[in-house]
């Protein structure tokens, strides 16, 4: 597996594996005892980059990227994210997306630091991500309490998700930035204009989470797929029947590019983020080892410059049915 680097010297597998779905989010959650030989399993195909936060469950997920990593210690860094009023762990509540109240109050960070190092079992936060910009709190001050836990040997790099470019800008002059964390893939490009030719000029590194388009891009799902009441993407415009009808359109081109590369559609998306910039490392997310394994032949394939501004140009050329959020969920992000 090659390595990329991100903001400030944060070394990291080219490929990283996002968490989340192992503990909440779409559909039926695996039992965690299953879910430990697939992160473990993970590192020995050579990934070092693992995305949770304290959020996810709320803080199972963190518990059980701790517990499966525990034996990898100095091999892997692990990126956890602070940003929102949680319940006390004891306190049993569900976690429903779109409905919990960011707080980025210097005390919160704090309290949220203390807890993840302890559920993750570390002595150091490898990357530290505000989930969400809090509009009551000036972003100043969340960089100076994040500076101060670094300075305390707390944190090691920190970063921003789903963040403006005025917020990156504000943020990385207080405390340099290592990474911001927002959603890209060959159907939701909205970063492109703005936010990463600003983080190209500061030198701050960019983690896609959902890569591979919430899995519509993998080529496995249609109109028919059943999405059940607790799977995060039924409430999403771009996955009613419709849209994904419609949006198979950009499924067939990928499909149709892979079978030119002997690839499956995939690794194509991966790839074709992957070739975007050196900095970019795309974190896609999955329960079972062989999409892993599956995943990794998208590291692996590299496309040329032709192959990119070919795939691209035809992407361009079909248009995208549906929001990638609800308004009231978009309207917690700032891109």
């Known amino acids: 597996m090659k390595t990329r680097m991100l903001g400030q010297g944060l070394q990291v597998s080219a490929l990283g594996l996002g968490c989340m779905g192992m503990s909440q989010s779409y559909g039926v959650i695996p039992e965690p005892s299953t879910m430990i030989p697939v992160l473990r399993g993970a590192v020995e195909r050579g990934l070092t980059f693992f995305d949770t936060a304290e959020v996810y469950g709320p803080y199972t997920n963190e518990y059980l990227v701790g517990e499966a990593l525990e034996p990898f210690k100095g091999q892997v860094r692990i990126a956890t994210k602070f940003g929102f009023s949680l319940p006390p762990e004891n306190a049993g509540a569900d976690y429903t997306p779109g409905k919990l109240t960011v707080d980025s109050r210097p005390a919160t960070i704090r309290r949220a630091v203390e807890g993840s190092l302890r559920r993750l079992r570390v002595e150091k936060i490898d990357l530290l991500y505000q989930h969400r910009v809090d509009p009551a709190v000036p972003i100043e001050d969340v960089a100076g309490t994040v500076g101060e836990l670094i300075r305390e040997g707390k944190v090691a790099f920190w970063g921003l ?62 109109a028919t797929t059943e999405l059940g009441p607790k799977d995060f993407r039924s409430i999403i415009p771009r996955f009613t029947p419709e849209a994904r009808t419609a949006n198979l359109a950009l499924v067939d081109l990928i499909r149709d590019f892979g079978a030119e590369n002997g690839a499956s559609p995939a690794q194509v998306a991966l790839a074709w983020v992957l070739a975007q910039k050196p900095w970019i490392v795309p974190i896609p997310g999955t329960t079972k080892l062989a999409r892993i394994e599956e995943n990794l032949g998208g590291a692996a394939l590299e496309l040329s410059m032709e192959d990119v501004t070919r795939l691209t140009a035809a992407a361009d050329a079909i248009p995208i049915a549906g929001a990638r959020y609800p308004a009231h969920i978009e309207a917690t992000t700032g891109l």
């Open 161 to 222: 998700s789903e963040a403006g470019a005025k917020t990156i800008a504000r943020a990385h002059a207080v405390q340099p930035l290592s990474a911001l964390q927002s959603e890209y893939s060959l159907w939701t490009r909205t970063v492109e204009t703005e936010i990463l030719p600003l983080l190209e000029r500061l030198g701050i590194g960019f983690v896609p989470f959902s890569p591979l388009g919430k899995g519509f891009l993998t080529g496995t799902m249609d």
